[in-house]
């Protein structure tokens, strides 16, 4: 079990370029979420999925769009990287939504310039 | 005012030192409340869910005030394993597009 898997690791951008950042987890989870952390605010909420087919915003999701492409999959989009995007952002799996323990994926440092 | 604040740190402690952090909530309405642990450039994992009743597991406390709005986590006998950050989460409701509130974490250093 890989559990939850993100590509790329690092990426730079320059302002105005897009990205997708992948997500794929194996634990059969129904619900999945991408944040971001910046140093002194925690980790931030952009979007989530609660099950297969749907998805909703969460905290921080201007700049942001996302996909649940099948249960496995949730990718995220930047459509045109700002500085202010510069970030690790982490994907995150769980059961249920409303379950006790999300599993993180390694995390994607994104820099733009 | 942040929903949910931790004292960011960084604690140095010696090893086998007890070490205890609180974290506040401003939602009276937070459901359910849960500590995770973050190593350097790693991501958060799971260290314990914080029950009304108060939760031990082995060197790992965990206490819920909620009529001061706070959760706390003791740690005993500290081991040099233990330096981490320590994020506090508060799970706020089903009715709230932003469920799930992170703490910026608290630091915590142990020293040989």
Request: charged letters at 20%.
């Amino acid at each position: 079990n890989a559990g939850v898997t993100q590509t790329p690791k690092f990426q730079v951008l320059k302002t105005g370029q897009s990205m997708t950042l992948q997500c794929a987890q194996d634990m059969n989870h129904n619900s999945m979420y991408w944040y971001r952390q910046d140093p002194g605010m925690g980790l931030r909420l952009i979007y989530y999925s609660a099950s297969e087919g749907t998805t909703d915003k969460g905290e921080v999701p201007n700049g942001y769009n996302v996909s649940r492409l099948n249960k496995r999959e949730f990718s995220l989009r930047l459509e045109s990287a700002a500085p202010s995007q510069t970030s690790v952002y982490f994907c995150a799996s769980s059961e249920v939504q409303e379950d006790n323990e999300q599993f993180f994926g390694p995390g994607t440092r994104l820099t733009v310039l | 005012r942040k929903e949910v604040e931790q004292d960011p740190g960084p604690f140095n402690v010696p090893e086998g030192a007890t070490v205890a952090f609180n974290c506040t909530y401003s939602n009276s309405a937070s459901q359910s409340f849960f500590w995770y642990r973050q190593d350097c450039r790693k991501e958060p994992k799971l260290l314990m869910s914080v029950y009304s009743s108060g939760n031990e597991d082995g060197r790992f406390t965990a206490q819920l005030n909620r009529a001061s709005q706070y959760i706390s986590l003791l740690i005993r006998d500290s081991k040099l394993s233990d330096s981490a950050t320590y994020l506090c989460v508060v799970f706020r409701g089903y009715s709230s597009a932003s469920k799930i509130i992170f703490g910026s974490g608290t630091r915590l250093s142990i020293r040989p």
